[in-house]
C-alpha cells in the first residue's frame, strides 16, 4: 500500500522516491504527467521542478492547459527544490539528467519528509553512458520504470538516443529532431 491514493488522502503516507527513466521519446514526461494527474484527482497537493537549462518548453507545457494543470517551477541547483510549498505532497522532477548530483540526496530528504518524488530523465546520454544524477536516482528509489521507444530503423523496442549530427556536446538543448530512438543493434550498427 505503500504508494496508494487512498492512503495519501487519509494522510496515512510515507515518502518515495519513483524513477522514470528511458530513451528520448520513450514517453517519461508522459507517464511524469500521467502520475501526477493520478494524485491531483486524489486531491493531493503537487508541484513540478525542472532545471532552467531545460529551454525547450516553457511553464505551461509541462502539464498542458486543462484544469489540472500543475504550477513547474524552473531551478538552477536542485537544493531549490527544498524550498516548496509546505503543504506539498507529491514532487515532479522532469529532465533530472540535467540536474546537479545534489539532486539525489534533495530526493532522500523530500520523502524523508513524507513527500511522494517522482523522477523523470534520460537514463543514457547519446553516447550510451549514464546520465548525470539518475544511475545514483535509480538506486535510492524503492520503484524505477524503465520505457522504451520504438526504434525508427527497425520497430523493436528502443533504449538509445541516437545523435544523428556529429556535434560531440553533451547536451543539444531544443533539438529533439537531431536524435532518434534505436534499439541496440541498430545503435551499434552504424559505429563500426
Ligand atoms: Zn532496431
Redesign the pocket.
Known sequence: MLFSEQNYKRGIYRGSIEVICGSMFSGKTEELIRRLKRAQIAKLKVEIFKPRTDIRYDVSDVVSHDANSVQSTPVDHSSEILFLNADTQVVGIDEAQFFDAELPAVCNKLAEKGIRVIVAGLDMDFTGKPFGPMPALMCIAELVTKVNAV?V??G?P?MYSFRKVSSEATVLLGEKESYEP??R??YHMTEA
Open positions: 526504434c530503423c527497425c523493436s528502443a534505436r534499439c543493434f541498430c
